[in-house]
């Protein structure tokens, strides 16, 4: 694991969180100034999480992606195998297709994009505790965004 010197109270803050064995939803959010080390507290609460067997899912936006949509989610779902992808329904598992592809022609709806990522993550935690780790969230694509508030208000346990 990163040596973090002076960061004590944060680490304990997000060991507590991945070595919690709560079923139920949590976030930890990071602030302050830029330059201040938020991205490396990130990088080591994805190493705690991974430790503590964490499914991660993990993006880092970019300002010049806010354009793009859905290019946070796309991160988001590389980490992930295709046969996490194969249980979902056929037409879920192409919903997921033609975002990960950033398919221009594809009518994707939000809603369908929001449901489907919902039944995905969902189908994960079933099977394992899943972390969602987002550097820089000002820097979402707004499709993105809210596919992920939409996933989170709905995600208890």
């Known amino acids: 694991m990163t040596t973090i010197v002076g960061r004590a109270r ?4 997000i060991d507590a969180l991945f070595g919690s064995d709560s079923p139920h939803a949590a976030a930890l ?6 330059g201040i ?11 705690r999480a991974l430790v503590q067997s964490h499914l991660v899912l993990r993006a880092q936006p970019a300002e010049n992606e806010g354009a793009l949509p859905f290019a946070a989610l796309t991160d988001l779902l590389d ?7 194969a249980r979902l329904p056929d037409g879920e598992r192409q919903t997921v297709e033609d975002v990960r592809r ?3 022609h594809a009518q994707i709806g939000l809603l369908v994009v929001s449901r489907v990522i919902l039944a995905l993550v969902r189908s994960l935690a079933a099977e394992s505790r899943v ?3 987002v550097d820089d969230v000002q820097w979402l694509d707004q499709p993105s965004a809210r596919v ?6 709905r995600s208890s346990d």
């Open 102 to 104: 950033g398919d221009a």
């Open 148 to 153: 992920l508030e939409y996933v989170v208000r």
């Open 79 to 85: 980490g992930l195998s295709e046969s996490d992808f």
């Open 29 to 34: 959010v990071l602030e302050g100034a830029p």
């Open 10 to 13: 944060e680490l304990e803050r």
């Open 37 to 47: 080390g938020k991205t490396t507290l990130w990088r080591a609460g994805i190493e």
């Open 131 to 133: 972390a969602v780790a």
